[in-house]
């Protein structure tokens, strides 16, 4: 066996959140060795955030276009899917390949190595042959995968994911989606506005089921419009697929055919492949339980969509901020320094190289804020999903709010009753909608739909995450004529 190389930090899964740390960690002079098995970025920016933006970006484009009739004159709008394939392919992931991003990494410091890293007892990781011992320790940023369904047929199918759905160059005449949560709708909407005969079947009884239900009316509204079929309560019995046509066989004899389908049901974390029993970790559970500053146990941080906190870009960079403050705290004061709130001291790397820990990071260290290491908070988490209207949400639901016994008081306005909402003109609709906690006199929940309703939700998760008095965001002075103004009048509303 290969006698383990000693390292300060090994990062497995340079996604978003790996990649951040270990380019941190790196920049501050620890040695870091990133492992990743595929492309260095992740999902994000390769088949997930990223291109999906850009495809919005363009569908949108094609949307207003479409409303010049009526509003400005007449419009004739052709859409073509080559510039959306060709910006994808060459401005967001240069044809699929990571070479800027290792470039990015190994230009800080850091040590990559494509392959599968896997723990091999405290402290150690496999890639291959290769075994580290990492004396600060082991960051895993491992992501998701597609969670597909055991639907009878469905395997061995050429059916899409979100990386084929994002990869596409020629689009299909129609297009079956099973699930019906963000990205079914995102991706809905965008292939149905070029002109994709596109169906969306979804198990539960509305779209966008994790959300408030006004903003599944919504959405399905704006989706009908653009002429996506939406099916609810379809239980899937059943996927049948002959040389170019894909049959969905339903409870109650409902049936669905199209060309491509395209599954998104979720995402599922693999552990099982990541030798988690090596260090004492139960590798059967769904996601990586992670304590408020990411440790999964002595020596171990995880960060990302693996802890299960959330599957969004922002989660895993919030998390990686507090995983670099948190692992270089612990070198500082290893190495006899001051903790966080003291100033940066030098540690001398494995590798022998005397590194300033801390460097632009200053006296209070990466959070800014001197004297404690942060820890995670989710209670004012954002979610957008990016659909035309745009369903934005901070915090709890109503439903969640009352599940969890709080004294709840809810508010809501039309985003057409308030003067820019008029202005606009009835279409894609949106609204307000704020929940309260009555006696705190604070919101613990928000959400905000409408044509710029991720921007809007910005006051809302402010107020949120600062617990700032409900009686105070009432005496606010709101912008006339904008969006967020109907925050003003959905506080008014709370009763
Ligand atoms: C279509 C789509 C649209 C999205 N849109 C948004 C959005 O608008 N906003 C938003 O916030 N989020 C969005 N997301 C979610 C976002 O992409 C994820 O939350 C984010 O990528 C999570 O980052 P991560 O670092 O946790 O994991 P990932 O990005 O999944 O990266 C994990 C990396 O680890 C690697 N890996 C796994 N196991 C190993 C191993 N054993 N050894 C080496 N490498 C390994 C994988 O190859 C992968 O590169 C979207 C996702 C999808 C699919």
Redesign the pocket.
Known sequence: MAEPELVDVVV???????EEVAGRLAEAGLSVVG?????VG???PY???IP??MMIRAANALAEARRVDGLAGSAQVRADWAPVAKRIREEATDTWNDRAAVDRFTGKGGRFLR????LDGPGRVRVGDQVFQARRGIVL????RPSIPPIDGLAGTPYWT?HQA?EVAELPATLLIIGGGA?GLELAQVFARFGVGVTVLEASGRVLALEEPESSEVAAAALRADGVEIATEVKIERVGHDDDTFTVYAAGDRSFSAEKLLVVTGRRAHLD??GLDTVGVDATQRYLPVDDRMHVTDGIWA????TGEG??????MYQASIVVADVLDRARRAEGGPDASGTASVVGGAMGAASAVGGSMGAAGPSGAAGTVPRADYRALPRVT?TDPEVGAVGLTERQARERGINVQVGFTELSSSTRGWIHGGEPGGFIKVIADADQGVLIGATSVGPAGGEVLSALVVAVHAAVPVSQLRHMIYAYPTFHRAIQSALNDLS
């Open positions: 497995v899964g340079l996604g978003v959140g790996g492992v990743e098995r595929d492309l992740g999902e994000c088949w997930g955030c999906s933006k392959g599968s890293g896997r940023g491992t992501g998701t979100n994002i990205i492949e990541l960060v990302g969509d693996v599957a969004f870009t922002h989660i895993a990016f």
